[in-house]
Structures are given as structure tokens and as C-alpha cells.
């Protein structure tokens, strides 16, 4: 045989078998064989073009289709699914008109192509007229095609549900019609049959033979538009069918769980994984990562996510969120890092994720060193997070970054708006948190629940009780949100720092909902600012009657009595607090120097350089005596000499860290402390009279709000 021969063979058994072709230098090496040795021919060049098209070769599969005059039904089948793969769907769309302009007829594996650039589209009526042609056709009763009209009920389902859909008109190009015509030709074929269905449901009870996808595509359509009744229930009928779940089916059911907090359910869904061995599923795996989150069995996620053999980007996105979300901030940091020195790239939802943890461990090092890894991601335009940004730099301290970053966002959505606000609050400044607000309704974005927090929180912390009772009322008259416990408690709040504090009673008293323990306990601090002992006495029985164990306000109590010389009663109080096993909660100061965090407790000796904090501490404590500091040892509440008294307020957590602070770092340079309770009295006025002394800005965030402190005043103006 020569060799012209044999390459003729070869050639026609590859045409036979295109399948052992395996890339797509070996396709190109076909056709150039084809072109020495076989006659031309439409079917043989069909072939050509399938293989072209398997591998999405769209150039060179148009090349051939265009050789051929008029193309046979296989080189139209391919060259549509070859446009629908490339994603070029309204060329998918004419190409379908035009072929049956030819007269030809479409099979049934053209219809899923079809179908799939509708849903892409967003075109509901072009789709129902597809519809209609494939009733036409007979092929209604094709598995294949039942499951693609199925998936696209669906998907349209779920884009009305998510807010609409919308006919697309597109212009003319390369001579194509617009899609409006496309429709106007395709309806001709619907005649008097078609079925108009208006649910997934109608379809899938029409379909003559259903599979695991019919099943899991209604289940997830079902699912995914909150129907979660309805998904259980067909998960239910699955099963009497005799069609078994798979890993898909399972993923879809477990975020129903996870929504309804539903252990007992997940663990059922998770021993059927494990006893047909889908647990080793990265979908399956995710899935019950967050379910078990969501359910707060935040150990069950890790021992999860440890046996799975490979982990991709949404099992790594999945644990890092769950930790986050429980709380575990720390091993969601270290878990973000492991992800990156495994090589897997955060997406956006990373970063979203663990954004959160640096705003609450105020770690601002590493929300910096985050931020410029979005920045040369380009993620940055992504408003999740820009808004994560916004809520990172302003809990951490940074208000202007924050507002730097919220006014470079294109647009806002109520999350950022809601992040800026409360912000610009925390960090007391109001009138800027209130301008926002009103400048967000302007925009025509409607408050929320969050927002009007926000709002009432600015407004405490400047005293402002008109401005807020106005938008207290507007909030329910004008937006129709009823007033949640949050909503109370920062009322409460205002009410009582600003000493109105038998109105805060009353206001508590005739709430429309149960007042929590922790709603009281904001009057019965104030009681203690504005030394209000009867009144404090009478909100106490009604804390220890919601919430016995509640410790601030025994805490609260005892000072109270011991500031009123009652030592006693203060005695009494912390008797009856050891009896009961209840443990206060030990003040706690947190500084951030050179990417460590250092932590102080107050009157602990155990730093390192607590013989260098305390000669700088005594340094300082001196020099603010001769400019004038006098110890206010009322905010000590023992039954000991004037000396220990004061020794007791110089060894305040927040003393020892700002002292610490002032030695590890350059002149100059801003010092940020976090303090989980709030400041005293007496700490708030030695650091005003420091921060001039050493000329730093000084920035405390305790647990209620931020204080900055700079050349002697507060952004507080004394008023917490």
C-alpha cells in the first residue's frame, strides 16, 4: 500500500472515530490530511467541523460551514453549540433562524443549546417560543430536551424572584436581526399547540421519563426561589420514585438546612453522604461546612473541611466564613493565610469573609496588607468589598480611610451606606453620620433596620434626643420598620446619657416587646454616671428578674453602693457574686506594635518590659500632675487609703498599654488601643492631658464607641 494510500485510510478511520482525536494540533493535522487526500464532501466536512467545534475552535468550524452551500443538519448542530459554547448567543440564536429558513428540521440535541442562549438573554418570550417549536416538533417528549426546558423555567423563575427579567434589544450586527425579530419569526412556529406554562412544575409533570437531573433541576429551581417546602418535598418524591439523590441533590438540600438551623436534618443528609461515600464531594463538603456554621457547630465544619482529600476555593471561602461568623476570628485569619500558602487565589467572597476578623480584633496591620492585595487583584470595584473596607478601617480606627474609600465607590449600595454611617458614629461624629443618612435617602436608597441603628447611635453619643425621636417615629410612620430591641437600646441609651433618666424608664417600661436584661443595664449605667442610686436600685430587680447572671449589673451595683460610702451593700453584692460563681470580667487593653498585638490587664506585671512601661507611666503621670491632672479616685470603688487609690487608677489597663506604646514606637506616630469595657472618668482625663504632652494623636476605642485624643480635648468633647 503506498503511503498516499494508507494516509488515505487513516483519515477515513479517524472520520469514523473523531473521538480519539485528543487535541486540538491533531484536529488541524486531520483537516490538512483531509484536504490532500479525501474528496470534498458535506458530510465528511460536517465531521470536520463537530471535531472543530469539540474543541470550540469557533474560527476555523465558521471557515468550514461557510464552504458549504446549503450546510447539512449535523454542521448547523455543531456550529450553534459551538456559539452557545463560546458564549455568543444571539449569533447561536440567528443561526437557528437561518437554518430553518433552509427548511431544515432541528433535532433534539440542538434544542439544549437553544434554550441555554434564551436563559442568557434574559427572554422569556423567546424562550416560550422555542417552546412552542419543539411541541411542534414532537420532541417535548425527549429527556434531554424536557431537562433544558426545565432548567430554563427555572432559571427564569429565579430571575423574576431576584428582580425580573427584561426582553433584550440588540442592534444590528454583521447583518444579524434583533432578538425582537427573532421572536416575531420563532412565534410563527408556536401555531395553536403551544402550552403556555408559567412554572417549572407544569413541565416537570408533563415529562413522560424523568432522571436525576429532572429531579435535582425542579429541586434546586425550588430551592433557590426560597420554595424550601416545596424542594423537601420533591426530594421526598425523588425518593419514592426510585430515584436515588446524588452529591448535586444533597448540595442543594443542605443551605436548607443551614437557613432553618436544622442540626438534626443536616447530620441525617451528611451519614446518607458518608454511607454512599459523596462526603469526599467538594460540593458535599461546602455544603456541610456551612450547615454545620450555620448551626453554630462551628467544630463539626473544621473536622469536615480536615477530611476532605482536595480542597478548592469555595471549601477554603466556606471555613474561613464560618469561623469568622462564630466568632473564631484568630483561626479565620490563620486559615486565610494557609489558604495562600496552598496556592489557592482568594475570590472576592474571601476577602468579604475575613474582613470582618480584622475589624474585630481591630488589627489594622493586616487589614492594610489585605486591602493592597485587593488592590492588586482588582478587586476593589467590587462594593462587597469596598464595603468590608469601609467597616475594617473605621472599626479599626482609620475614619478617614474609610471615608476616603466610600467616597471613591461608583456606587453605594445600603451596605456601604449602612458601614459609613455608623462609622462616622462610632467614631462621634454625628452631624457627618446624620448628613450621610439624609444624602443616602436623597440617592434613593431605602433605610433599613441596620441604618436606623446606626442613626440612633450617632445621635447618643452627641446627645442629640429631638433628632433622633424624629427619626424614631419616621422610621415606623414613614418607612413601616418596627422598633427592634436594638432600636430600643440605643434609645434608651441616648435617653440616659443625657440624664433623662426617669424618661428612659418610662420609655423601656411601655415598649411593645419583653425589654431585654441588656436594654436595662444601658439605664443602670447611666444611673451610675448621673449617680442616680434609688432609680438604680429599682431598674437592678428588674435586671435580676430577666437575667440573673446578669454580672454588669452586679458589677454596676456594687460600685455604686461603694461610691455612696454603702460598703455594706457593696460587700453584700460581691458575696452573693461569689456565691453564685459569677466572675467580673477583667479590664483589658489592647495595642497594636510592629504587626504584634499586646495585651495588659490591669495592675498585671507579667510584660516583659513592665520595669521600662513603669518608669514611663510614673514618667508621664508626673508631668501631667505639674500641668494641672488631678486623680479623681471617686472612679476607685474600694474601701482603701488615698495612696492605693491611686495607685490602683495608675495601673488601669489602658495606661499600662498607652505607656507601652509611647516607648516601642517613633515620636509622632498615632497610638491605637482597644479597651473591652468602657474608659473611666479619671483615664479619659489623664489621656486628654498626655496626648498634648507627648504630641500624639491617641486613639481609644472602648466597648461603646472611639475616642480621639489630640493636644489636650477629645473627639468626644467629654461627652460618653
Same mark, same amino acid.
Request: aromatic share 10%; net charge positive; with cysteine.
Given at each position: 500500500m503506498t503511503s498516499s494510500s494508507s494516509a488515505k485510510t487513516l483519515v477515513k478511520t479517524i472520520l469514523k472515530t473523531p473521538q480519539t482525536l485528543k487535541t486540538k494540533f491533531q484536529a488541524k493535522q486531520l483537516h490538512a490530511q483531509f484536504l490532500k487526500t479525501q474528496p470534498h464532501s458535506p458530510s465528511s466536512t460536517s465531521i470536520l467541523i463537530s471535531i472543530y467545534t469539540n474543541f470550540n475552535l469557533l474560527q476555523d468550524s465558521l471557515f468550514l460551514f461557510n464552504s458549504l452551500s446549503p450546510p447539512p443538519l449535523p454542521a448547523w448542530k455543531s456550529i450553534i453549540k459551538c456559539y452557545a459554547n463560546s458564549g455568543l448567543f444571539l449569533n447561536c440564536l440567528t443561526c437557528f433562524i437561518q437554518m430553518r429558513g433552509f427548511g431544515i428540521c432541528p433535532d433534539h440535541k440542538m434544542f439544549p443549546f437553544v434554550l441555554k442562549a434564551c436563559v442568557f438573554l434574559k427572554n422569556l418570550r423567546l424562550g416560550e417560543s422555542i417552546h412552542g417549536c419543539i411541541i411542534r416538533l414532537g420532541w417535548d417528549f425527549d429527556l434531554f430536551t424536557g431537562n433544558a426546558l426545565l432548567n430554563m423555567y427555572a432559571k427564569f423563575q429565579s430571575l423574576e424572584v431576584n428582580g425580573g427579567y427584561k426582553v433584550f434589544t440588540f442592534n444590528m450586527l454583521d447583518g444579524m436581526p434583533k432578538s425582537d425579530e427573532l421572536c416575531e419569526r420563532l412565534a410563527q412556529e408556536k401555531g395553536k399547540s403551544v402550552i403556555q406554562l408559567d412554572s417549572v412544575t407544569k413541565v416537570f409533570k408533563m415529562m413522560p421519563q424523568r432522571d436525576v437531573v429532572s429531579w435535582n433541576t425542579v429541586i434546586a429551581g425550588n430551592a433557590q426561589n426560597g420554595m424550601y417546602e416545596e424542594a423537601l418535598k420533591m426530594v421526598r418524591e425523588m425518593g419514592n420514585a426510585n430515584v436515588k439523590p446524588d452529591s448535586f441533590t444533597l448540595s442543594t438540600i443542605l443551605p436548607i438546612f443551614a437557613e432553618y438551623a436544622d442540626i438534626m436534618k443536616g447530620k441525617e443528609i451528611h451519614g446518607y453522604a458518608i454511607r454512599h461515600r459523596f462526603d469526599s464531594d467538594l460540593y458535599i463538603g461546602s455544603s456541610l461546612i456551612d450547615m454545620y456554621a450555620n448551626c453554630a457547630q462551628i467544630e463539626d465544619s473544621c473536622h469536615v473541611f480536615n477530611l476532605l482529600p482536595q480542597r478548592d476555593d469555595i471549601s477554603w471561602n466556606s471555613i474561613i466564613a464560618g469561623c469568622v461568623q462564630n466568632g473564631m476570628f484568630d483561626e479565620g485569619l490563620k486559615l486565610f493565610r494557609q489558604m495562600l500558602m496552598a496556592k489557592v487565589t482568594p475570590r472576592e467572597v474571601s476577602f468579604s469573609s475575613v474582613m470582618p476578623a480584622c475589624a474585630y480584633l481591630t488589627?489594622?496591620? @493586616? #487589614?492594610?496588607?489585605?486591602?493592597?492585595?485587593? !488592590?492588586?487583584?482588582?478587586?476593589?470595584?467590587? /462594593?462587597?468589598?469596598?464595603?468590608?473596607? /469601609?467597616?475594617?478601617?473605621?472599626?479599626?480606627?482609620?475614619i478617614k480611610a474609610a471615608r476616603w474609600i466610600f467616597d471613591q465607590m461608583e456606587h453605594h449600595d445600603m451596605v456601604s451606606w449602612t458601614a459609613i454611617i455608623m462609622g462616622h458614629a462610632l467614631h462621634g461624629h454625628a452631624y457627618d453620620a446624620l448628613s450621610l443618612f439624609e444624602q443616602m435617602e436623597k440617592d434613593g436608597v431605602k433605610p433599613n433596620y441596620v441604618s436606623f441603628i446606626a442613626v440612633f447611635t450617632a445621635c447618643s453619643h452627641a446627645g442629640l434626643t429631638d433628632e433622633a425621636w424624629k427619626h424614631f417615629k419616621r422610621m415606623s410612620q414613614n418607612h413601616g420598620i418596627t422598633p427592634g430591641l436594638e432600636h430600643y437600646a440605643a434609645m434608651a441609651d441616648l435617653l440616659g446619657r443625657a440624664g433623662k433618666l426617669e424618661e428612659a424608664y418610662e420609655f423601656i417600661s411601655s415598649m411593645h416587646i419583653a425589654p431585654t436584661g441588656s436594654i436595662w443595664s444601658t439605664l443602670l449605667s447611666a444611673c451610675r454616671v448621673h449617680k442616680n442610686l434609688e432609680l438604680a436600685e429599682k431598674v437592678a430587680k428588674e435586671i435580676f428578674k430577666i437575667d440573673p447572671?446578669?454580672? #454588669?449589673?452586679?458589677?454596676?451595683?456594687?460600685?455604686?453602693?461603694?461610691?455612696?460610702? +454603702?460598703?455594706?451593700?457593696?460587700?453584700?453584692?460581691?458575696?452573693?457574686?461569689?456565691?453564685? #460563681?459569677?466572675?467580673?470580667?477583667?479590664?483589658?487593653?489592647?495595642?497594636? %506594635?510592629?504587626?504584634?498585638?499586646?495585651?495588659?490587664?490591669?495592675?498585671?506585671?507579667?510584660?516583659? @518590659?513592665?520595669? +521600662?512601661?513603669?518608669?514611663?507611666?510614673?514618667?508621664?503621670?508626673?508631668? !501631667?500632675?505639674?500641668?494641672?491632672?488631678?486623680?479623681?479616685?471617686?472612679? %476607685?470603688?474600694?474601701? %482603701?487609703?488615698?495612696?492605693?487609690?491611686?495607685?490602683?487608677?495608675?495601673?488601669?489597663?489602658?495606661? @499600662?498599654? @498607652?505607656?507601652? #506604646?509611647?516607648?516601642?514606637?517613633?515620636?509622632?506616630?498615632?497610638? +491605637?488601643?482597644?479597651?473591652? =469595657?468602657? /474608659?473611666? %472618668?479619671?483615664?479619659?482625663?489623664? =489621656?486628654?492631658?498626655?496626648?498634648?504632652?507627648?504630641? +500624639?494623636?491617641?486613639?481609644?476605642?472602648?466597648?461603646?464607641?472611639?475616642?480621639?485624643?489630640?493636644?489636650?480635648?477629645?473627639s468626644c468633647r467629654d461627652y460618653w
Open positions: 488589627t489594622l496591620h @493586616l #487589614g492594610k496588607q489585605l486591602h493592597g492585595y485587593i !488592590i492588586r487583584g482588582r478587586f476593589d470595584d467590587n /462594593v462587597f468589598i469596598a464595603s468590608s473596607l /469601609v467597616d475594617m478601617y473605621a472599626k479599626c480606627g482609620n447572671g446578669n454580672v #454588669g449589673a452586679y458589677i454596676l451595683m456594687s460600685n455604686m453602693y461603694a461610691a455612696a460610702r +454603702r460598703w455594706k451593700d457593696a460587700a453584700k453584692m460581691r458575696i452573693f457574686m461569689k456565691k453564685k #460563681g459569677i466572675r467580673k470580667e477583667p479590664a483589658c487593653s489592647w495595642i497594636e %506594635v510592629k504587626n504584634r498585638v499586646h495585651t495588659f490587664i490591669s495592675g498585671d506585671k507579667s510584660h516583659p @518590659l513592665y520595669d +521600662r512601661i513603669f518608669k514611663a507611666l510614673k514618667d508621664l503621670m508626673e508631668r !501631667i500632675e505639674r500641668e494641672g491632672y488631678i486623680p479623681d479616685t471617686n472612679e %476607685v470603688f474600694h474601701d %482603701v487609703e488615698e495612696e492605693q487609690k491611686k495607685y490602683l487608677l495608675f495601673s488601669h489597663s489602658e495606661r @499600662l498599654a @498607652l505607656a507601652f #506604646g509611647i516607648i516601642s514606637s517613633p515620636a509622632g506616630t498615632t497610638i +491605637r488601643i482597644t479597651k473591652n =469595657i468602657r /474608659v473611666c %472618668v479619671d483615664c479619659h482625663t489623664a =489621656i486628654k492631658f498626655m496626648s498634648k504632652i507627648v504630641q +500624639r494623636e491617641i486613639i481609644v476605642r472602648d466597648n461603646s464607641r472611639f475616642h480621639h485624643f489630640k493636644d489636650g480635648e477629645c
